[in-house]
């Protein structure tokens, strides 16, 4: 079981440039996350998906957008990336709704 | 909605002295109850929950915690620690829905 992947690992953009971070599970996780960590902010949510077919805004989703391909993959867009959304960005899935959540490694971004 | 605050950002400790990260939350129903761990450069892994029942939780690595509904907190103990106890520690809440809320973090320096 590889958990909950991220790719990719470390990302340098310019401002405006696009890009998307994918996220894959193989636990058969129901919902899948979105995070941002930011120092001294701890970690606050961007988008979520609570199952399949659906998603939802969390905290801060401005600028982003998100897609929730399959049950198993959940991909975070940058459109046009400024340098306020230089951070660290995790992917999380859990089963159900109060259920642990599992976190990937994590996606170091810097927006030039 | 609910919020949690870490009262301290920064804890230092010497090895094999006791340690005690303080969490609150405040939220006006039922909430579920989690401290997760970050080590340097890796993803969060959960340290233990609290869900109903016993307020006294045990976690992993002899962490323990506590839930204080009167005074809305959720302290994490661990009676002598070890250098591989450094890393950030976050408090997180849940009201029963898809979404968990952060703390700030707190980082623990373990000093030989």
């Known amino acids: 079981n590889a958990g909950v992947t991220q790719t990719p690992k470390f990302q340098v953009l310019k401002t405006g440039q696009s890009m998307t971070l994918q996220c894959a599970q193989d636990?058969?996780?129901?919902?899948m996350y979105w995070y941002r960590q930011d120092p001294g902010m701890g970690l606050r949510l961007i988008y979520y998906s609570a199952s399949e077919g659906t998603t939802d805004k969390g905290e801060v989703p401005n600028g982003y957008n998100v897609s929730r391909l399959n049950k198993r993959e959940f991909s975070l867009r940058l459109e046009s990336a400024a340098p306020s959304q230089t951070s660290v960005y995790f992917c999380?899935?859990?089963?159900?709704?109060?259920?642990?959540?599992?976190f990937g490694p994590g996606t170091r971004l810097l927006v030039l | 909605a609910q919020s949690v605050t870490q009262l301290d950002s920064q804890v230092p400790v010497f090895e094999e002295a006791p340690v005690e990260l303080r969490c609150n939350y405040s939220s006006s129903v039922s909430v579920y109850l989690f401290w997760y761990v970050q080590y340097p450069n890796q993803g969060l892994q959960l340290l233990l929950k609290?869900?109903?029942?016993?307020?006294l939780v045990k976690g992993i690595n002899g962490f323990e915690a506590e839930f204080n509904k009167s005074q809305t907190s959720f302290h994490l103990r661990k009676p002598s620690v070890h250098i591989s106890d450094t890393a950030e520690y976050f408090c997180?809440?849940?009201?029963?829905?898809?979404?968990?809320?952060f703390g700030a973090g707190t980082t623990v320096t373990v000093r030989a």
């Open positions: 609290y869900l109903s029942g016993s307020t």
């Open positions: 999380a899935s859990t089963k159900d709704r109060g259920e642990t959540q599992y």
């Open positions: 636990m058969n996780h129901n919902s």
């Open positions: 997180a809440v849940s009201v029963n829905d898809y979404k968990l809320s």
